[in-house]
């Protein structure tokens, strides 16, 4: 929370802001203390995914509130549209009720770092810093359960090694390019976080500029990538990059989607044949990616062009990546699974087809149980997105734009057709809020969580005690 004081070097009016800072972090540093002091213990315990999930829960929802405060101060918003903006903040979802055409710095470097350290996720922060070997359970619950190296917090650190790197490069990518230092660190920020969040109202399409698209897409490209895929790519190891099933999904998608927006949607409202490429290049990559960011409006969009963008965002990105969505390996597993159950049908009954596929470097077998948790995952989010829907429906808002506008919440993408505003009905406002939150911590880790806590609230209320009820 401190970082943006950072700017007033270069800001000195700014430092009329810094208490919206340095008073919640100073909040945060002294209950901190008072709470490792009063719970730290000798030695460190092996937390369950479910506990992990608990912890997870409460520091994400202590982390928003926390960061929704500068937003109230510095930039006047309500209680409810600091909340939404802190949360697509950490969730990098890139939706926004800021006028980010009368912020000032501060606050725009703000929102970029809340969403730098989202996409990391606070789970790896939280062990490449301060958490013992034995807690990976944090991890997992924060849907980061593959490790790079076997040794938990060194894995943490190689996670943020990598991302630092590509911030990095980022930013020095942005400045050659033509972006100002200031617009350049805000965008690599956002853009590897796959968050979407921009200095300017038109987002990428301020500029009009091949070089910046180009900068973008291989920045949002990398993050959407596993950070485990990733460091294979970092070791040179291509050919376990190319069986990765994520890649090679990619490698069929996005072709297919730019083809499809280019002949039936942009090559009619962009004549020339440059501008219209780049419009299908680039929109279709920041959906799939979910990172958000725009280099055109949809107002004038053919409703094919906007239901392939809804696909593409309901499919969402990487596992174990910065990205959100139902993710790319569960729908390359289900289609896989399609493809087996399809051979099994034409073999005799004894006939037995096994589905191999590979997970980091290791090639495994996909069981029944391992299919159906899948297909659970799937059923729960599309309900949920279709609730969502409903409930924008509800709120006033035609079906196209509440299909689009969801899809973006629960997905954590970031682009808009016009429905989220600061003005928008505050039942709509809290809904995306919620989806935002389930989307970047995954449903089932979620309501898990809420069921374990609710449950030991009724015990400690009950007075039975936990004994023999660890495992639970």
């Not at 009329?16 to 009063?38: C, D, I, K, W």
């Not at 930039?75 to 926004?96: H, I, K, N, Y």
């Not at 107002?299 to 990205?323: E, K, R």
């Amino acid at each position: 929370m401190l970082t943006p004081l950072l700017l007033v070097l270069a800001h000195p009016k700014e430092i009329q802001h810094a208490t919206a800072f340095g008073l919640p972090a100073v909040g945060l540093a002294l209950s901190g203390f008072a709470l490792r002091r009063r719970f730290t213990g000798r030695s460190y315990l092996a937390l369950s995914v479910h506990e992990g999930g608990i912890i997870v829960l409460v520091s994400w929802v202590a982390v928003i509130l926390f960061s929704a405060w500068p937003f109230i101060r510095i930039s006047g918003l309500s209680f409810s549209g600091a909340v939404f903006e802190s949360m697509s903040g950490w969730t990098t979802t890139g939706l926004s009720v800021l006028d980010v055409s009368q912020a000032g710095p501060m606050i725009l470097l703000w929102r970029s770092v809340i969403q730098l350290a989202g996409g990391a996720g606070l789970a790896i922060i939280m062990m490449a810093a301060i958490v013992g070997p034995t807690s990976v359970g944090i991890s997992s619950a924060e849907g980061r359960g593959d490790q790079l190296v076997p040794q938990v917090r060194r894995s943490s650190r190689l996670v943020l090694a990598i991302y630092t790197c590509y911030a990095a490069a980022g930013t020095l990518a942005y400045w050659i390019a033509g972006m100002s230092p200031f617009d350049a660190i805000n965008h690599a920020f956002t853009a590897v976080s796959t968050g979407g969040f921009s200095t300017h109202p038109e987002s990428i399409g301020y500029w009009d500029s091949p070089a910046i698209e180009a900068v973008t897409i291989s920045l949002m490209l990398l993050g959407n990538l596993s950070f485990v895929t990733a460091w294979f790519l970092w070791r040179g190891k291509l050919r376990l990059v190319a069986r990765n099933g994520e890649v090679r999904l990619l490698a069929v998608i996005i072709p297919l989607s730019m083809a499809a927006v280019f002949i039936f949607t942009s090559q009619t409202l962009y004549p020339q044949l440059g501008k219209s490429l780049r419009v299908a290049v680039f929109e279709t990559v920041s959906a799939i990616t979910t990172t958000g960011f725009s280099s055109v409006s949809y107002g004038n969009w053919n409703a094919f062009g906007i239901l392939i963008l809804i696909i593409l965002m309901l499919i969402g990105g990487g596992t174990c990546s910065t990205a959100g969505g139902i993710k790319q390996f569960r729908v390359y597993l289900l289609w896989k699974l399609l493809v087996r159950d399809i051979r099994r049908s034409l073999l005799p009954q004894t006939a037995i087809v096994e589905l191999p596929i590979w997970e980091g470097n290791r090639r495994v077998f996909v069981d029944d149980a391992k299919a159906g948790k899948v297909a659970i995952f799937i059923f729960i989010y599309l309900v949920s997105y279709l609730f969502g829907v409903l409930l924008l429906c509800a709120s006033g808002f035609s079906l196209g734009d509440s299909l689009f506008e969801f899809a973006s919440s629960i997905g954590t993408v970031g682009l808009s057709v016009g429905v989220t505003t600061a003005q928008m009905p505050l039942a709509a406002m809290w809904a995306e809020t919620l989806a935002m939150f389930l989307g970047r911590l995954e449903l089932i880790v979620v309501i898990v969580s809420l069921v374990k806590v609710g449950n030991d609230g009724r015990r400690a209320i009950a007075g039975t005690g936990y004994e023999g009820e660890h495992d639970d």
